[in-house]
């Protein structure tokens, strides 16, 4: 195969695992700390795209739409979380799944109240190629990537040097145990949520211009995000990151090969990581509630 | 015969009002209702029983209809044979996937359930397009021959044979709660432990209720391929997983009845809903939403126990309503 | 009449359907040692979690130098200084020493880890090692050494010297002496040898009921065993 060919699709590839990575990261840390799946995440994306989409049209300018798209997701998440998740955390996972399904269903039907289900452009920041190795690529593909390094590396940070993001990853571990020290679990799961409903509107946002915006879009993308935390395993971070460059690549370099192949691969993969480890490549055996 | 009745008349009393509405509701919503319950029941049954929600079910719906499909398009013209090949690939595609499946964890179950689903879709949509004519689908209403006594190629008559269907399969679910199988499901889902203790196999009862539940949602598509004569991809979009779901929630988990009255509200609120409101989806799952977090029992759920207290208070010796949490 | 540290009134306690306690009341004053002891599923594990505040109970009282303790979440009866130490000597493996005192610390403001090296020396000794490679022992100073973080007023324990080698136990015997001049403790215990050289009072439990109160000083293990 041509090396071109296949180093665009390795980029490809990896642009695909950083919109994956920064959504599943979001489920992932939901629920190994407080317990739950939080499939309303899906909506968080769809709302950070199409606040790109608005305020990018009305704007001029692209990153000011994605600014907005975090924002507003991130606020959103602090209403669900506030509002719905608040009384459901001692409940059984199903509980929640079900509960988020509902968040999630009910605000694809808002947005297509408020946008209609046309799918909409929207415009790439920069169509600027970039030479590398001898090949000619997007440099917005580029971007996408170099911010989920960023944002993995400013979890990394905020998880490993803040006493917050130690309380956070003590809570993983033991969360009956953080609070029995006198720490305000309640606000630790807020602010995590928060976190993970920004994330999947910055998800969202960075999205956007590589695809059309449309209602659906949150549905269409949840097998592949979760995929990659199934394979990952729900609860580690380290899990999130190598799935999701694993089914990024397996997308991006399978399309190459045999078009089909790029939404089979992914799941014949996850099934046989469930078959040898039932929680997933890095998932915990959570006792079950 | 008297106890014959007694185990009889609940479900001889619901769908016999069904069949009354025949004769002031449209036809094609009680076809829709009979087809549709049909598909909630097994979903019911996992969740409510068993403990599993499944996101997918409409990969299994889509064995069934397909296999149906394919049968009335390349093989043959008896739908009865027809629907008997889509119950078949059903149950098969059910014995493949459930091993895998029943061991995963709630979460991991639900969510790889949908994973198959979209791949079911796009299987039928794209890979094998070749065979299922893609987005077109295939149509066989032409194909479907007529057959005697009950001509299920006709609505009218359609309509009394699904009741039959439909009669079936809800004494075959009451059956399986009455039985010991029944209540080897409950133990799973409470205490998996003990369960195991006890000397049984969590895995056998979970395997057994994911191909009883799965073959019944395939049968579900079969009925519908029949029916509507013809299949599309459109049927196990990632769109639609969600409701076998909400019905399941609507009409109250785990009940015998919660998915035949979830289905009525549902089908219902849609059509009327729908005439005025372009997305009345937001109220669906909003509707999800409020139902669980106000105690998820759901409309059959909430009114069983109470219409049971009523007549209870008929027979004088009944303490049951003490009893009661 | 000083106020007690601790009082249980009538508390009963189910899960789910089955209940576990009945009827339970105890008193602690302050500076006191309780011991509570009894067999395994007597219900002393419990109790002590509901007066913590991680079970609802269905009905009684609990009170701590006046404060209601019930309907609060956990983590507003830590901040009241009333700290629970449960047992399984369970810490947060990838966390390092250091970082399980800061979160004690982060949680009760009190940044002075002065007194806990001084019960347990070692643990200076053992600051930048993740949690999770620690003995048994080490984990239990670092939960206890952890919880005197903030000068609480009552300590819960839970089965402290399960499994541990005789010469820590002895350690922390004298760790509890020291304590209990500014707290006031109450040890669920196993080991009656221990129970009866350190506590002022004993509460003996059996089937989810307090069988005995025993006055301690000069109490034997032969005297509980009757109640256990």
Sequence with gaps: MDSQLLLSGFIFGLSMASVYFLMSIGLSLCFGLMRIISLDQLLYY????????????????????????????????????????????????????????????GGVGVIKAIWGVVPRPVRMPTSDLINVLGTEVPLYRLLVVAIAGLVYLGIWVFLNKTIIGKAIRAGIEDVEHVEGLGINVSRLFTITFVIAGAMSGLAGGLHAPLIMVDPNMGLEVLAFVFMVVIIGGLGSIKGTLISSLIVGQVVSIGSLIYAPLAMMAPFAIMLLILLVKPTGLYGSTMVKK | MVNA???????????????????????????????????????????????????????????????TAFYLFYFGTNPYLAILAGVACGFIGACIVGPLFVRLRSDYFALVNLALAVIVFYMMQKVLAEYTKGDNGLWFLTNIASTPILNIGKSSDFFIFATLVAIGVWALYKYLDDTLFGACCLATKINEAKF????????????????????TTALAGSLYAVYLGSVSPEVTAAARTADP?????????????????????????????????????????FILVFIMLAGEKGLWGSAAPWLERLFSRGKSADSKAEGQR | MSESSLMVSNLNVAYGESKVLFDVSFEVAPKQIVCCVGRNGAGKTTLLKSVAGFLKPLSGEVTAGGDNLLGRRPYDVARMGIKYVPQDKKVFSDLTVRENLEL??????????????????????????KAGFLSGGERQMLMIGRATLGKPRVMLIDEPTEGLAPSIVTHLKQVFGELSKSAALVIVEQNLPL??????????????????????????????????
């Excluded at chain 1, 769809?46 to 606040?51: D, T």
């Excluded at chain 2, 549902?266 to 989806?281: M, P």
Aim: proline fraction near 3%; glycine fraction near 12%; include cysteine.
């Design chain 1, 46 to 105: 769809a709302v950070g795209a199409y606040l790109t989409y608005t305020v990018s049209t009305a704007s001029g300018n692209v990153w000011l739409g994605v600014l907005a798209g975090v924002a507003i997701s991130g606020t959103l998440a602090l209403l669900v979380e506030r509002f719905v998740f608040r009384r459901i955390y001692e409940r059984e996972l199903t509980f929640s799944m079900i509960t988020s399904f509902g968040i999630l269903i």
């Design chain 3, 104 to 129: 004690g610390s982060y949680a009760t403001k009190d940044y002075n880890w002065d007194t806990v090296f001084e019960f347990f020396p070692k643990l200076k000794i053992l600051l930048d090692r």
């Design chain 2, 196 to 215: 195991q203790f006890l000397g049984y196999s969590n895995f056998k009862v979970r395997l057994i209720a994911f191909v009883i539940a799965n073959t």
């Design chain 2, 5 to 67: 009745i007694k185990w009889w008349w609940g479900i001889l009393l619901a769908f016999g009002l069904l069949a009354a509405g025949r004769l002031f509701l449209p036809l094609p919503f009680i076809n829709e209702v009979l087809i549709f319950s049909i598909y909630t029941i097994g979903c019911s049954f996992l969740l409510g029983r068993v403990g599993f929600i499944s996101f997918g079910q409409p990969a299994y719906l889509a064995f069934g209809a397909y296999g």
């Design chain 3, 195 to 228: 129970v009866c050289s350190i506590a002022h009072k004993v509460y003996a439990m059996r089937d989810g009921r307090i069988a005995a109160e025993l006055q301690g000083g000069a109490l034997k293990p032969v005297d509980c065993e009757p109640y256990l």
């Design chain 2, 245 to 285: 779901v909400v019905v399941t929630i609507l009409g109250g988990v785990g009940t015998l009845f919660g998915p035949l009255v979830g289905t009525i509200a549902y089908t219902a609120l849609r059509d009327v809903l729908s005439k005025f409101i372009g997305n009345w989806e937001l109220f669906v799952g």
